[in-house]
């Protein structure tokens, strides 16, 4: 049996006064979710399978109804598998609040998903879904948290045994002077390098299989950059 260094246990809190986030779940081609709250903001990040479930679990059905912005690493189904149960919820429950979704310029995924969701559900929802494309590292602010994101080098492997680059980000979230810095999925890159040095708290993959896999980062790399960052998670370890 290998012998695991590190398997995280989640679900993750990281918590500085009202600046809140949990890390429901992060585990290799099974899922990911997130949620940041502060007392004006209700954010989720990489709403993988399984979100609905662990919100319900964690906040109430209103808070759930308040939830305004949704931020995408990239498209793959470990990040974005419960987008379409969310937005059908929120169908379901007749929210009438308009959602953001924010995601990498270029992923199809997210493109796919929502034109499909039109199809079958426009005549039945009553709230507006705002995609937005990021295609520059230019900041924005939501609900009093600044939102910078920057772009990573995350991979996936094809047939040939090529690594074909994903359009993928990382996130800084910037919040009376804290700041949480996640990643995404990614390989070595000087952007999460320099993002995650002296935040509050990083939160790195640490998904490869070993040192030849360049589609993300060994334990010691995302140690590495983790050290750099006041408190640091590493996430996205393969069990
Ligand atoms: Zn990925």
Redesign the pocket.
């Known amino acids: 049996m290998i012998n695991k260094k590190y398997l995280p246990k989640y679900p993750l809190v990281w918590q500085k006064d009202d600046f809140y986030i949990e890390i429901f779940c992060s585990i290799?081609n099974i899922a990911t979710g997130i949620l940041i709250t502060t007392d004006k903001a209700k954010f989720v990040v990489d709403p993988g399978d399984g979100i609905l479930r662990d919100l319900n679990k964690n906040i109430s059905r209103k808070d759930i109804l308040e939830i305004s912005d949704i931020f995408i690493s990239?498209g793959?189904h470990?990040?974005v598998g419960g987008v379409w149960s969310f937005l059908t919820y929120l169908s379901v429950m007749k929210r009438t609040l308009p959602l953001n979704i924010y995601f990498p310029e270029g992923c199809q995924e997210i493109l796919s998903i929502h034109k499909a969701f039109q199809e079958v559900y426009s005549h039945e929802t009553n709230y507006a879904i705002n995609l937005i494309p990021i295609n520059s590292n230019k900041k924005f602010k939501r609900k009093s948290i600044t939102i910078q994101p920057f772009k990573v080098n995350?991979r996936?492997m094809h047939d040939d045994g090529n690594s074909v680059y994903?359009p993928?980000l990382g996130y800084k979230f910037i919040y009376e002077g804290k700041s949480i810095c996640y990643g995404g999925?990614t390989a070595y890159c000087e952007s999460l390098v320099k993002m995650s040095k002296d935040s509050d708290l990083a939160i790195i993959e640490a998904g490869a299989i070993d040192e030849e896999d360049d589609?993300h980062l060994t334990m010691p790399q995302a140690e590495e950059i983790g050290k750099t960052a006041k408190e640091y998670f590493l996430v996205h370890v393969p069990e």
């Open positions: 290799p990239h793959h470990d990040h995350h996936e994903v993928s999925d589609t």
